[in-house]
C-alpha cells in the first residue's frame, strides 16, 4: 500500500473525460468490464506468474454430496478453498440474504488446512453468518446450483454427450454466488492481514480468488457427478465449454454504500480506467496490429451482445440498442477513408459519443483499452489506496466556502427543500444487518439513515455556513456544530480526487440503485448484467476466463466478451 502523504491533488489533464460526464449513475449504470478490472488483473498475474493448482481433497458422493478441497500455490503462499456441498429441499432453496442452506458452503484458508481445520469448519461454515470463524479464514461464501443447466450438463455428460449450447448461453454458468465476505466480516481475518502481500496487490483480489477457485470445482463436480451416473460411457467437458461456464453471481444492495464510504479509492479506480483513455486517444499513428485486434474485439463484442438476453424490459431495449451501436461502429471501421486517417482511436471515441447510447458510449472505452494491453495494463497496479479522510481544523472557514463552491456546485444546484429530492433513504435491516432502500414518506426506519446522501449533506453544511458570520476555524465551526464533522472533513478530504464523489443525488426519488451495483461490478470484471429489479441483479464472473490447465500461450489474457464455443453437441 502506499504511503498516505504521497497522495497529492490529482488533476484532470487535457484528453481524460470530465468527472462531471463520468461520475452521473446514468453513465455509471451502463459500465462495462475492460482489462483494468479486477478479474482481468487477477489472471494476468495467474498467467505471469505461473500459479500452481492442485486438488488435495474431493471426499463426496455420487451425488456431489460432501468436503472438497482446492489449492493454489503463488510464488510466496498457498491458499485452499475448502468447499462443503449438501443437499437442499426445493422449499429451502432461495437466493435470498435470508437463506439458511445453500448447495454449497466455501471459505478460502490462509495456507493447507489440518484435519482439525476441517472439522471445524464443517461445523460452522454451512451455518455462514451464524458460524464461528478466525483469522485463518480469508473469506466467508455459498451458492447455489443453476438447477436447469447443472442437471442438464450432469445427464448429458453421463450419456457420453455434451450439452445443449443454446442452453448453455442461456444461463452461462452452473453455480451462483449468493455472498462472498472478506475483510474481516464474521470473525475472519482483517483486511490488514493480507494488504501488503504481493498476490493481493489490488482491490477485492482475495475474494475473486476464491470465485475462481470454486469456478474450477463447480465444472469438476459436474463431470464426477456425470460419470458416477454413466461410468464408462460418461465424457468431460469440451475444454472450449469449459472455459465458456462462468460462475454466476445474485448482488444486491450490500454492494452500493461501498462507493460512498470509499471516494478515495473509487477515484482511484476511475482515475486508472480514465487514464488509459486518454492514453489511447492520444495515439496520433496506429498499427496493422492494433487495427487487427480492435476488429478482433469488435467482433467478439458484437456476439456477446447478441447472446445477452434478460427479462427486465429497460434493459432488454438497451441490449437492443448497443447492438445497433456496435453496427454503427463496425461499418464505420470498414471504411478505408476512416481508418487510414491519423488519431484513429480519439475519432472513434468522438463518433461514439455523437452517435451512440450511454452504454454504446462505455462498449467503445472497453474496445479501445482492450486494443493497447502494452500501453495500458499497467495503471491496475495503482487501483488502490490508503489514503483515509481527515479532519483540517485549522482550514478558515472562508476557504471551506470556497471549496464547496469549487468543487460541489453539483450538490448545491440540487434543491433539497424539494420533498422528492430526499424522499429515498438508506439503512441497515435489523434482521441481516443489511443494506436496504427506503421511501422516507412511506417506510419506516428513517430516524436510522445510514450517513451515505453526500449532495443533501453539502446542501446542508452550505446553508449552516451561509449563517455564520465570522469567518472562524474550521476546528471551531464542528466543534459548534458537530453534526457536520463527517461532511466538513469529506469534502476537505476529495476535493484532491475529482473522481470520488457521485456528482448525483443518491436520495432522489427516481434514483435507481442499480446504477450503482453496475459500476463497480464492472470494475470487477462481471458481465451478463440481469436486472431482477433496480434493486438487485444477476450477473456472470469469469466467463471465458482460463481454467488452471488453460494459461498457455498469450490468448490466457484475451477473454474479454465470451461468446458460446462454436460446438455441436454430440
Keep these: 500500500m502506499e504511503d498516505e502523504k504521497s497522495e497529492t491533488t490529482h488533476i484532470v489533464t487535457k484528453g481524460m473525460r470530465s468527472p462531471e460526464k463520468v461520475m452521473r449513475l446514468a453513465r455509471m449504470g451502463s459500465s462495462f468490464q475492460t482489462r483494468l478490472s ?183 463436480l459436474v463431470e464426477y457427478v456425470a460419470k458416477q451416473r454413466g461410468g464408462r460411457k460418461a465424457v468431460s467437458l469440451n475444454p472450449e465449454i469449459s472455459k465458456f461456464l462462468g460462475i454466476g453471481n445474485a448482488t444486491g444492495l450490500g454492494m452500493a454504500p461501498f462507493l460512498i464510504k470509499h471516494p478515495v479509492l473509487i477515484h482511484k479506480w476511475v482515475l486508472a480506467r480514465e487514464t488509459a483513455l486518454s492514453r489511447v486517444v492520444a495515439l496520433e499513428s496506429h498499427t496493422p496490429e492494433s487495427l ?12 456477446h451482445i447478441a447472446e445477452w438476453n434478460v427479462e427486465d424490459e429497460q434493459q432488454t431495449s438497451r441490449i437492443i440498442k448497443t447492438r445497433e451501436d456496435l453496427k454503427q461502429l463496425s461499418n464505420w471501421f470498414a471504411n478505408e477513408e476512416n481508418i487510414n486517417q491519423p488519431l484513429i482511436w480519439e475519432r472513434i471515441l468522438r463518433f461514439a459519443e455523437a452517435n451512440f447510447s450511454l452504454e454504446g458510449q462505455e462498449l467503445t472505452v472497453s474496445l479501445l483499452l482492450e486494443s493497447h494491453g502494452k500501453l495500458v495494463d499497467e495503471l491496475a497496479d495503482d487501483m488502490q489506496t490508503s489514503t483515509g479522510i481527515e479532519l483540517e481544523p485549522s482550514m478558515s472557514l472562508n476557504q471551506l466556502r470556497e471549496l464547496l463552491q469549487k468543487s460541489f456546485n453539483w450538490a448545491l444546484e440540487i434543491d433539497f427543500d424539494d420533498p422528492e429530492k430526499q424522499r429515498r433513504f438508506w439503512y441497515y435491516s435489523e434482521e441481516k444487518l443489511e443494506p436496504r432502500f427506503g421511501d422516507r414518506y412511506a417506510d419506516p426506519g428513517a430516524e436510522q439513515e445510514m450517513p451515505l446522501a453526500v449532495a443533501r449533506d453539502v446542501f446542508l453544511l452550505n446553508k449552516k455556513i451561509k449563517s455564520v458570520s465570522d469567518d472562524i476555524s474550521v476546528g471551531k465551526f464542528v466543534q459548534n456544530h458537530p453534526e457536520f464533522r463527517n461532511i466538513v472533513r469529506r469534502v476537505q478530504t476529495v476535493v484532491r480526487f475529482p473522481y470520488a464523489e457521485i456528482r448525483d443525488n443518491i436520495v432522489d426519488a427516481e434514483m435507481r440503485p442499480i446504477d450503482l451495483l453496475r459500476f463497480k461490478l464492472a470494475f470487477f470484471g462481471a458481465s451478463k448484467f440481469d436486472p431482477k429489479s433496480e434493486l438487485w441483479t444477476r450477473i456472470t464472473l469469469f466467463q471465458g476466463a482460463p481454467l488452471p490447465d488453460q494459461f498457455v500461450g498469450n490468448d490466457s489474457d484475451e477473454w474479454a466478451f465470451p461468446f458460446c464455443p462454436d460446438i455441436v453437441a454430440a
Design 292 to 303: 487487427s485486434l480492435f476488429s478482433k474485439f469488435m467482433f467478439q463484442a458484437t456476439q
Design 38 to 220: 479486477f478479474m482481468r488483473s487477477l489472471t494476468r498475474r495467474i498467467s505471469k506468474e505461473k500459479w500452481r493448482f492442485e486438488k488435495l481433497r474431493f471426499e463426496v458422493d455420487e451425488k456431489g454430496y460432501g468436503t472438497s478441497v482446492y489449492v493454489v500455490h503463488t510464488p510466496e503462499r498457498t491458499y485452499s478453498l475448502i468447499t462443503f456441498t449438501n443437499e437442499v429441499a426445493p422449499e429451502q432453496r432461495t437466493d435470498r440474504v435470508v437463506a439458511e442452506v445453500w448447495d454449497a458452503t466455501f471459505n478460502l484458508f490462509d495456507g493447507i488446512p489440518t484435519e482439525a481445520d476441517i472439522k471445524r469448519l464443517s461445523a460452522n461454515t454451512p451455518k455462514q453468518e451464524a458460524g464461528r470463524f478466525g483469522p485463518s479464514e480469508l473469506v466467508l461464501a455459498r451458492a447455489n446450483k443453476s438447477l436447469r443447466l447443472f442437471e442438464h450438463v450432469a445427464s448429458r455428460l453421463s450419456e457420453g454427450k455434451q450439452p445443449d449450447i443454446e442452453l448453455l448461453a442461456s444461463v452461462g454458468y452452473l453455480m451462483r454466488t449468493t455472498a462472498v465476505y472478506g475483510s474481516g466480516k464474521f470473525g475472519c481475518a482483517d483486511r490488514e492481514k493480507i494488504s501488503n502481500r504481493s498476490e493481493m496487490r489490488g482491490s477485492f483480489q482475495v475474494e475473486l480468488i476464491t470465485v475462481y477457485l470454486f469456478r474450477w470445482f463447480t465444472i469438476e
